[in-house]
């Protein structure tokens, strides 16, 4: 499906954000595996005043409507989600979405026949079984669940559903995000100058590797538009794709803004710069804002950065010393990222959009 003409089939999750003034806005967002996709759909904002509601987290069609609008539907009835580190904390929408008529893989299971995770919330029972069978010895180091553990609950018990969710017509989608596990080189939120370059973004999506014990080499992990285990044909006509609809859209006016995110960026200490989870609803409001042609932000050789003051950090405390590091564009990084993208794009040989080529001269020429 996502080769027709003015289709686009997405590994995306689906959300609706509402301000204080009661204006709602759709955005969809694309994040490899472990980037946090069923957190954010969701989230539970940190900051009064502000509502989420969930369309779906995991697939999103997206089509052009008559009005020229891009919409998109979940075609998904549930939700197929990771359960180790889930909690009332860290996902109180999800747990509450599993708490009844769920099928769970791969958990504990405890002596009265309930489910246990790594990250649940409390300790497990004495006598709980491990996902291979075992007696649970937390001293041994071995999981009680293994780490995709996953829950599939009906999307219609989560607290949060859009009362859209199952609407045929789709929703409108105001803004893409894309988004990985990127501990230096990306700010914590950026936004693409236009289509093209939005399509760029989502095409370098990674996580940097950084512990050899997963079996994985060190480095950046591409995952394109989070779609690589997707995809059933060449990316490179994947990407052309997209360049394709961004040119073909009945009204260019209307394309959603697309933008990059970065929850994980680390201190050279190694500790996260920003808390995520709740508060990730203070960059969901100024990229809200950015829509609206409201937010401050600054131009830099990569795309629109948020100027120092424009994300609202109140009651944040211990963290807004830290926003001018995750909002730097560092050239140096950015030039070693150009050459790691290159590597990337070689693999695509003559399928690559010269499009997207072109994107990557650009952005050295603008780091000179």
């Given at each position: ?47 009064p005043g502000w509502k989420v509601e969930t369309v779906g987290d995991d697939i999103a069609w997206m089509k052009f409507g008559v009005d020229g609008q891009l919409y998109a539907i979940n ?197 996260f710069l920003w808390p995520g989870y709740g508060d990730n609803i203070r960059v969901l409001q100024w990229i809200f804002e950015r829509v609206e042609g409201k937010a401050d932000a600054e ?70």
């Amino acid at each position: 499906m996502a080769k027709n003409q003015g289709w686009l089939a997405e590994h995306m999750l689906v959300m609706g954000i509402t301000s204080p003034q009661g204006v709602k806005k759709y955005i969809a967002a694309a994040f490899p595996s472990a980037c946090g996709k069923t957190n954010l759909a969701m989230l539970v904002p940190s900051i009064p005043g502000w509502k989420v509601e969930t369309v779906g987290d995991d697939i999103a069609w997206m089509k052009f409507g008559v009005d020229g609008q891009l919409y998109a539907i979940n075609p998904e009835a549930g939700f197929f989600g990771v359960a180790p580190f889930t909690s009332m904390d860290t996902n109180p929408n999800a747990m509450l979405s599993a708490r009844a008529n769920t099928m769970f893989t791969n958990t504990g299971l405890t002596p009265d026949g309930d489910v246990w995770w790594e990250g649940i919330g409390y300790d497990a029972p004495e006598g709980t079984i491990t996902w291979t069978g075992e007696l649970y010895d937390a001293q041994s180091g071995k999981p009680a669940a293994q780490p995709n553990a996953r829950f599939s609950a009906p999307a219609s018990q989560c607290p949060s559903i859009d009362k859209d969710w199952e609407n045929p017509v789709g929703v409108p989608i105001s803004a893409i995000l894309f988004g990985g596990r990127r501990p230096s080189t990306v700010p914590l939120v950026y936004q693409s100058f236009d289509w093209n370059h939005g399509v760029f973004m989502g095409s370098i999506v990674g996580s940097e590797v950084t512990a050899a014990a997963i079996g994985l080499k060190a480095g950046v992990r591409r995952d394109p538009f989070a779609m690589l285990p997707f995809c059933g044909y060449n990316m490179g006509d994947y990407f052309a794709h997209w360049v394709n609809i961004g040119a073909t859209a009945p009204d260019q006016s209307k394309l959603p803004k697309i933008f990059n995110v970065n929850w994980f960026r680390k201190s050279a200490e190694g500790k996260f710069l920003w808390p995520g989870y709740g508060d990730n609803i203070r960059v969901l409001q100024w990229i809200f804002e950015r829509v609206e042609g409201k937010a401050d932000a600054e131009e830099t050789p990569i795309g629109y950065v948020p100027k120092l003051g424009s994300i609202n950090i109140t009651g944040l405390n211990g963290f807004a010393a830290n926003m001018a590091e995750l909002l730097t564009v560092d050239h140096d990084q950015w030039k070693h990222e150009l050459d790691l993208v290159r590597e990337q794009y070689a693999n695509f040989g003559s399928t690559l959009p010269p499009e997207l080529a072109k994107q990557v001269i650009a952005i050295e020429a603008r780091l000179n």
